[in-house]
């Protein structure tokens, strides 16, 4: 390992500079993740009351209720299908920006206006789609206006669609910024080589821009597939009440003090993240991406 | 090497013209296919939200579709004085307080986190891999063990103790992100041309690094706050007994039923592109003082 070679004062003066951070996340996500493990593993009075002890029956209770499995179905058809929108969505949008738009000026403006939404609240954008696809929607009144159909559709809003709907809009920027990241370090006199070397634009795409803006789709996915698992609001508003995801049927719980069983369900949440996440990383060495 | 690659720079020039993006004469057709899904994205990140701003602007007779009824400011009036919609001024106060508290906190780390990230050091993978679980892991089951963690300890929880601490384990992982792509285009040989006239490491801190990073740390604060100011699931069982506004939204969004809903969508909006606007005219001016200073 490198770090073994550094002398003792850079490590104590690295130590010193990130003790701030450290002093934080220790209380704030090494704790309270502790706590929701210890948690799994106590018994409960079924009134919010904590009994203190080891005993494996929550997780029993999780995994052998068929209602685990339904929610985790529903849960990896709703990342699978937004990792789907927001990977091609975002990448297209980076490739516009970095290859296509020839001032740079107009280019970063462009991608601004991408990431401004970024920093205002989720919720609040997640709302606005009732007014479009609202029984009584834009959408809807534009198709019965048009005489494409003649009841107004129900399936746009409080369903399975409208939840995906929600994630891609809310996600897409996720994806676009760190594969915009990747793509404008690609040097454009190799895309030029390569057109040299009679490369069709296909090829340039397959064999260049791809594996070049790998780091960045890795980032992206990472971003995407952890806010949709761990997400419950966007399921439990847009869905109208029809479809549960697992951390949405964590809220329930926790609503009616069922902790420990909820607990139980978080740990098992957090594995498979765990797992998701480290096979990503397994592709990408993130930290060296990042501090490039 | 390089020599060579800019000699072949002028015979290279005709064969740009069928490239993927010719940085000159005819754009291919595929520009005109990705403008349209460009533009199309834009639409529909900003239209859904223009909705409900016009929306917000009815009068009493309003409603949550279109078309509109009215022009008034009744759902805002509305919204700050019913007791209806809850304590929706309270919250509104508590937030903008909480911001700025996260704000600073986050700077300060992060700019530390960032100095600190510049040369490895023993452990230095288990804070980095710390900060990234943080980021990823589900921020509702975070605010819980937090929660419960209060209660273990006979804390109570408020939106200055345990919402804080929740809201700072989300914004620092991205503040000191943001801190890592500002300090890899930051020369490490401009150290040493403070150390070599004979500045002490606190002022090569204040009189180089900090100027040199400014505008890297608006954007670091910028995060804080908005993402602060927006934070729903880890401060919603952290928060204790006084909502912050993204906490009252959730509960409007449960009950409420009429414009006043999208009246506070509109207002919170609002704030967020004066602190946006703000930060990103702060950077701009800073360039462009630079820009002015490097060419007079």
């Known amino acids: 390992m490198q770090s073994s070679q550094t002398p003792p004062r850079a490590n104590l003066a690295g130590w010193l500079c990130v003790s701030p951070l450290v002093a934080v996340l220790v209380p704030f996500f090494v704790a309270p993740i502790l706590v929701v493990l210890a948690a799994s593993f106590f018994a409960t009075d079924g009134f919010g009351g904590l009994t203190p002890g080891f005993t494996l029956s929550n997780y029993i209770e999780v995994l052998h209720s068929a209602l685990t499995l339904k929610l985790y179905l529903a849960t990896i058809k709703f990342t699978v299908l937004t990792w789907i929108f927001t990977l091609i969505i975002g990448f297209f949008v980076a490739y516009f920006l970095v290859f296509h738009v020839r001032n740079q000026l107009l280019a970063i403006g462009l991608f601004l206006l991408c990431t401004v939404p970024f920093w205002t609240s989720n919720i609040i954008r997640m709302i606005s789609w009732i007014p479009l696809l609202g029984k009584e929607g834009l959408i809807n009144q534009a198709l019965l206006a048009t005489g494409a159909i003649h009841q107004p559709l129900e399936v746009l809003l ?5 939840v995906v709907i929600a994630y891609v809009h809310q996600l897409t920027i996720f994806m676009i910024v760190p594969i915009f990241n990747s793509m404008a370090r690609i040097d454009k006199k190799l895309i030029e080589a390569a057109i040299d070397a009679g490369a069709s634009r296909f090829d340039i795409m397959r064999l260049i821009v791809v594996p070049m803006s790998k780091s960045g789709i890795a980032l992206g996915t990472i971003f995407v597939v952890s806010i949709v698992m761990g997400d419950f609001f966007v399921v439990k508003v847009m ?3 029809g ?13 009616v003090l069922q902790y420990p069983t909820a607990a139980a369900s978080a740990v098992l949440l957090t594995l498979v993240l765990v ?7 397994r592709t990408v060495d993130i930290r060296q991406e990042i501090t490039r | 090497m390089s020599a060579v690659l800019t000699d072949m720079q002028g015979a290279v020039a ?15 057709w595929t520009f005109y296919v990705l403008a349209s899904l460009f533009t199309l994205y834009v639409l529909a990140l900003y239209g859904p939200m223009i909705c409900i701003y016009i929306l917000s602007f009815q009068d009493i007779r309003g409603g949550l579709v279109f078309p509109m009824k009215g022009h008034s400011l009744h759902w805002f009036v509305d919204l700050f004085t019913q007791v209806r919609t809850g304590d929706v001024k309270g919250s509104f106060d508590r937030s903008i307080k909480l911001a700025v508290i996260v704000t600073i906190i986050t700077v300060v780390i992060s ?5 600190g990230f510049r040369r490895r050091f023993a452990g230095d993978a288990v804070v980095f891999y710390m900060m990234i679980g943080s980021l990823v892991a589900p921020g509702l089951v975070l605010g819980l063990g937090t929660g419960l963690l209060f209660q273990a300890l006979g804390l109570n929880a408020s939106w200055y103790t345990s919402a804080l601490g929740a809201q700072l384990s989300w914004t620092l992982p991205f503040g000191v992100l943001v801190m890592f792509a500002v300090m890899s285009r930051y020369n490490r040989a401009w150290d040493e041309a403070a150390y070599d006239l004979g500045a002490s490491r606190w002022q090569t801190i204040w009189l180089v690094i900090v100027p040199v990073l400014a505008p890297g740390i608006v954007a670091v604060a910028l995060f804080g706050f908005t993402l602060s100011y927006d934070e729903f699931a880890r401060s919603l069982q952290t928060a204790g007994s006084l909502n912050t506004l993204p906490l009252e939204i959730w509960s409007m969004t449960l009950n409420v039923t009429s414009p006043s809903l999208y009246a506070l969508g509109t207002v919170t909006t609002i704030i967020s592109f004066i602190v946006i606007g703000a930060s990103l005219g ?8 630079r820009g002015s200073r490097a060419k007079g």
């Open chain 1, 243 to 255: 479809s549960a995801s697992v951390v949405s049927a964590f809220y329930e719980d926790v609503g």
């Open chain 2, 14 to 28: 005709p064969a740009t013209t069928k490239a993927i993006a010719p940085s000159r004469g005819q754009r291919p």
């Open chain 1, 158 to 162: 409080f369903s399975d669609l409208a």
């Open chain 1, 239 to 241: 869905s109208g009440g």
């Open chain 2, 111 to 115: 700019f530390l986190a960032g100095l």
């Open chain 2, 282 to 289: 702060t950077i701009v001016l800073i360039q462009k003082k």
């Open chain 1, 275 to 281: 797992a998701v996440v480290s096979l990503i990383l």
